[in-house]
């Protein structure tokens, strides 16, 4: 009964201070883990406006964010995915597992488009629980798990879409139902003063900002950090480490599904055999924007910036009329580049 | 039957009050090993009980009895004077009874108030419900330089921090999330000198705050600095119990060293 009273003389209460604001915001933004991707950026454009006459165009830079978009939607959830711990080999292949899934759903089912689609959507979301699911009961390294998962589902694209169509590559279905609405959302185009934009911009702007105010504004996101960062010290505390880390692989699971419905409702017949390799493309953008490969560091920013410069690289060279032969030498050059730079970046950061 | 006998007076160095938590008789075996027999002490809100004791003489399984971890196999434990019996970690600290281990539980590349509100963070009242990130700037600032920590910016990576500062950081937060008794597990193990100083500093402040600490060392002289009341424990056995008043350091150092028979062996080495 005394002691009760004892107790009363620390008092547990939240402050709530409007002064107590972040502080020396220009500093925080220089160590911020996408500056160097940033700075890189803003380089490599300068760079191909100089050298490359036919870039200055507003079309081309359309172009550019289109050829971002794509990588870019995936690289969001590959980048989130890495901030949580964990890596996913599989993306690429699961790109097209969604596209086909849904394609040769509908049309051997004769089912709405839509419906083959939310079909596929259930088949990716099981591919990235199952992904997660194994990572977690059996403790071997996502690496491992994940690349068995890619070549099984690359195996899984070749063989069913042979026996179901015959051929490798999927039946036309722009004569089914909900083709049209289906189109205008994950393929159409709008004209902004007079320069067509590809929606998919729209949606990698969408996914990039939704993905950021949750890692750094809810719950789930400073869980994410957590588990990547320490999952042993995350679960001392409460955080449900292994829930959080199979929602990320179903989360890269419905990006995946989101790229995939774009690719066959830009291009209507999707091959069996494509995607292969996109996996490292997703991994490297989210790399060069920061995030750090053993977990717990990153934004969702930095994987879009990473993912534009993958575009300008990719568009630059061609408009530079140079041979699109040396583009992955670039790439590859330029991956080992960010990754020192980031390096040093954040050596800074832990110092100052 | 022993251990009853040299059991000391019981309750009479708090004047009659009750103890948060209190041992009487406790004892832990696994199967056929004994590791713990008749243990005996109290923690009283405002005091620190400095649990002393070499390696391997019963200091881990003592605490995890209290943290929940393990249970008894003889004796009581009570808990404001209530028989208790824990059946989880949840459990004792329901009951206010918090454990800091040595790994501290925080992520070293995120910021200190993340750290501080990780698992229990504080969501706004409207939509969308994101985090209520001043709240907790400000929180973790005023709990911290209320325990004498004063950090410029709680934005930096608590990995950044000094070994002392984290393990306050640690303290803090079980404080604030409704502990009332503090087990901290050799919390100057690790540390210099200077930094032992800041955690030794803190636990006074706690201390003087009206908490109850239970500070588990193997190093008498910083359990004699802060320390109310001191239990020795050697091979699994109570070897003393004694208020602060009833004992030099010297002493405590020596009964720590093993007592008698260093002094034996000092005599037979002949220096």
């Known amino acids: 009964m005394t002691t009760q009273a004892d107790l009363e003389v620390a008092d547990h209460k939240v402050v709530r201070d409007e002064r107590v604001k972040e502080r020396n915001r220009l500093q ?71 596209s086909l ?74 004569d089914m139902q909900g083709w049209d609405s289906a189109q205008k959302v994950f393929a159409s185009s709008f004209t902004v003063f007079g320069v067509s934009i590809r929606i998919t911009v729209v949606w990698w702007l969408v996914f990039t900002a939704v993905a950021t105010w949750v890692l750094f504004k809810t719950k789930i996101g400073n869980w994410i950090f957590a588990v990547g960062g320490d999952a042993e010290s995350a679960r001392a505390v ?83 009329g140079w041979n699109p032969d040396w583009f992955k030498f670039f790439l590859g050059a330029m991956l080992l580049f960010a990754v020192i730079a980031n390096n040093a970046f954040r050596n800074y950061a832990a110092k100052r | 039957m022993t251990a009853t006998m040299d059991r000391p007076t019981e309750e009479a160095p708090s004047g009659g009050k009750v103890p948060l938590v209190e041992l009487k008789d406790v004892g832990k075996s696994y199967g056929n090993i004994t590791a713990l027999k008749g243990i005996s002490l109290r923690v009283h809100a405002g005091e620190v009980t400095g649990i002393l004791g070499d390696n391997g003489a019963g200091k881990s399984t003592l605490i995890k009895i209290i943290a929940g971890l393990h249970q008894q196999t003889d004796g009581e434990l009570l808990v404001d004077g209530e028989p208790t019996k824990f059946t989880s970690p949840a459990d004792a600290l329901g009951k206010g009874i918090a454990t800091v281990y040595q790994n501290l539980a925080v992520v070293p590349l995120m910021p200190v108030w993340r750290n501080f509100f990780l698992g229990q963070e504080i969501r706004k009242k409207s939509f969308p419900w994101s985090l209520d990130t001043n709240a907790m700037r400000a929180t973790t600032l005023t709990e911290l330089s209320k325990m004498g920590i004063d950090l410029p910016d709680v934005d930096v990576p608590i990995g950044s921090l000094s070994g002392g500062q984290r393990q306050c950081v640690a303290i803090a937060r079980a404080v604030f999330f409704g502990a009332r008794v503090l087990i901290l597990d050799e919390p100057t193990a690790a540390l210099g000198v200077k930094q032992s100083g800041v955690v030794l500093k803190y636990i006074t402040a706690a201390k003087e705050a009206g908490f109850g600490v239970v500070f588990i060392t193997h190093n008498p002289h910083h359990a004699h600095m802060v320390g109310d009341h001191f239990v020795l424990l050697n091979r699994g056995r109570q070897k003393l119990d004694c208020s602060y008043d009833d004992i030099t350091l010297e002493h405590l150092t020596q009964q720590m060293a093993g007592g008698d028979e260093l002094e034996a062996l000092s005599h037979e080495l002949g220096r």
């Open chain 1, 101 to 174: 899934a849904a394609s040769m759903l509908s049309y051997n089912l004769h089912l709405n488009l839509w419906a083959g689609a939310g079909l596929a959507l259930i088949l990716a979301l099981a591919v990235g629980f199952l992904n997660g699911f194994l990572v977690m009961k059996t403790k071997i390294p996502s690496f491992l798990i994940t690349l068995s998962t890619f070549f099984m589902l690359a195996g899984i694209n070749l063989a069913v879409t042979k026996l179901l169509a015959g051929q490798v590559a999927t039946q036309s279905v722009s």
């Open chain 1, 28 to 98: 925080r933004l220089l160590i911020r883990p996408e500056m160097g991707a940033g700075i890189g950026a803003i380089g490599i454009f300068v760079f191909f406006l100089i050298v490359a006459e036919p870039f200055r165009q507003a079309s081309s830079l359309a172009t550019v964010l289109y050829a971002s978009s794509t990588i870019g939607i995936m690289a969001c959830g590959v980048a989130v995915l890495m901030i949580g711990g964990e890596f996913d080999l599989s993306t690429g292949v699961a790109v097209t597992f969604s």
């Open chain 1, 238 to 320: 409460g955080v449900p480490v292994t829930k959080v880390k199979i929602g990320l692989f179903m989360f890269v699971g419905f990006c995946a599904w989101f790229v995939g419905m774009h690719l066959l409702f830009a291009f209507n017949t999707v091959q069996s055999g494509q995607g292969i390799g996109n996996e490292f493309f997703y991994i490297i953008a989210a790399v060069i924007g920061g995030c750090l490969l053993t977990g717990g560091y990153g934004t969702a920013v930095g994987a879009a910036i990473g993912a534009f410069i993958f575009g300008m690289t990719n568009q630059g060279i061609v408009y530079a």
